[in-house]
């Protein structure tokens, strides 16, 4: 499974470090492949993704000059996360008042 080998290889920490490339053709891909861990079945790959600090990174990918295609793949892995912590918090993981993953 191409997801269990990014996790299980600690590519991770470097896909996070190139979210920052000046590079618009190194951004896109290192988003698409965080983005598609959140795809992943289970919930503790997105969970593990999360805690290693990708939020902030993605959320720094939602500008007005980043190309449409890397504002949309990082909108869907965001929402991604987003229904994981509203999961969690359905099976009584956290509070009414927030999503748990990104409070």
């Known amino acids: 499974d191409q997801i269990q ?5 600690a590519a991770i920490p470097p896909l996070l470090a190139l979210l920052g ?6 951004r ?13 079945p289970w ?6 993704l999360v805690d290693q600090g990708v939020v902030e990174p ?6 007005p000059s980043e190309p449409a295609d890397i ?3 990082t909108l869907e892995g965001l929402q991604n996360i987003l229904k994981i912590g509203d999961q ?3 099976d009584g993981g956290g509070s009414e008042a ?6």
């Open 28 to 40: 896109k891909e290192a988003a698409f492949a965080l983005v598609n861990v959140t795809t992943s």
């Open 43 to 48: 919930p503790q790959h997105t969970l593990r």
């Open 98 to 103: 927030g999503n748990p993953v990104v409070a």
């Open 21 to 26: 490339s000046p590079s618009r053709a190194v």
């Open 58 to 63: 993605l959320c720094e990918l939602l500008s």
């Open 5 to 9: 080998a990014v996790m299980d290889h």
């Open 88 to 90: 969690k918090r359905a």
């Open 71 to 73: 504002v949309t793949v």
